[in-house]
Each structure stands twice: as C-alpha cells, then as structure tokens.
C-alpha cells in the first residue's frame, strides 16, 4: 500500500472513530488484525459488539466509498470477527456489521455516511 494510500485510510479511520464516538459508540479496537485479515474498528453500542469497515476515498475516481464492500470483502470480515470472537469472547451479545464511508473533499466538509446492519453473513 503506499504511503498516500495509508495516510488517506489512517485519515479516515480517525475521523471514524470520533464520529462513531459522538454517535455513542464505545471503541474497542482498531485495526484488528487475525490470521485471515483485518478490521478496522470494533466498538460497542447499547450492548451489541460491532465490527465496523472504514472506506475513504479523496475523489470520485473510484465510486462511493460505500460500493467498495463487496460479498468477498464481507466473508473476509467475517472470518476475522469471527477470530475476535474466539479471542476476546463476545459470543452472547447481539454482533453486527456497519460499514462507514467517507468521502473527503478539499472544500467542504467530509461527507461521513454510517450504514448500520450493513450485511448479515451467510452460512458460508
């Protein structure tokens, strides 16, 4: 990945966290990492554990951030949530996924849009 590619999710990851924050979410992790990838964060809200994707982007050359969560890309975070789970507990409490994208602009104002219970996993 290259230096401006990790400033630009690095960027996002912490705007991320202090929107979910004033949202009241309670962060647990961020960048968690297992053996089959990694997540960006993991919080908790009104006693779900959830597992939130980061996607940012600086420009409409590669679409909303938001369509860059593909069906493979959702397995994949499933697998490493499910690692989580087996590592840190969790089983007992209601999970879900949010993704939130952000779209940075020179101009204005980041455009931050949070899709709650973004997918549910299948019996894969």
Same mark, same amino acid.
């Given at each position: 990945?290259?230096?401006?590619?990790?400033?630009?999710?690095?960027?996002?990851? @912490?705007?991320?966290?202090?929107?979910? @924050?004033?949202?009241?979410?309670?962060?647990?992790?961020?960048?968690?990492?297992?053996?089959?990838?990694?997540?960006?964060?993991? @919080?908790?809200?009104?006693?779900?554990?959830?597992?939130?994707?980061?996607?940012?982007?600086?420009?409409?050359?590669?679409?909303?951030?938001?369509?860059?969560?593909?069906?493979?890309?959702?397995?994949?975070?499933?697998?490493?949530?499910?690692?989580?789970?087996?590592?840190?507990?969790?089983?007992?409490?209601?999970?879900?996924?949010?993704?939130?994208?952000?779209?940075?602009?020179?101009?204005?104002?980041?455009?931050?849009?949070?899709?709650?219970?973004?997918?549910?996993?299948?019996?894969?």
């Amino acid at each position: 990945m290259s230096r401006r590619r990790s400033a630009l999710g690095s960027e996002g990851e @912490a705007l991320a966290c202090r929107h979910l @924050a004033k949202l009241g979410y309670r962060i647990l992790a961020r960048n968690y990492r297992g053996r089959c990838g990694e997540i960006d964060i993991v @919080a908790e809200e009104g006693g779900s554990l959830i597992f939130v994707e980061v996607k940012t982007r600086s420009g409409p050359a590669f679409g909303h951030p938001l369509e860059a969560v593909t069906p493979r890309k959702q397995r994949q975070l499933g697998r490493v949530a499910s690692e989580y789970l087996a590592h840190h507990g969790g089983h007992d409490r209601p999970v879900r996924f949010d993704v939130l994208g952000i779209a940075l602009n020179e101009s204005a104002p980041a455009a931050i849009t949070l899709v709650r219970d973004a997918f549910v996993l299948g019996g894969d």
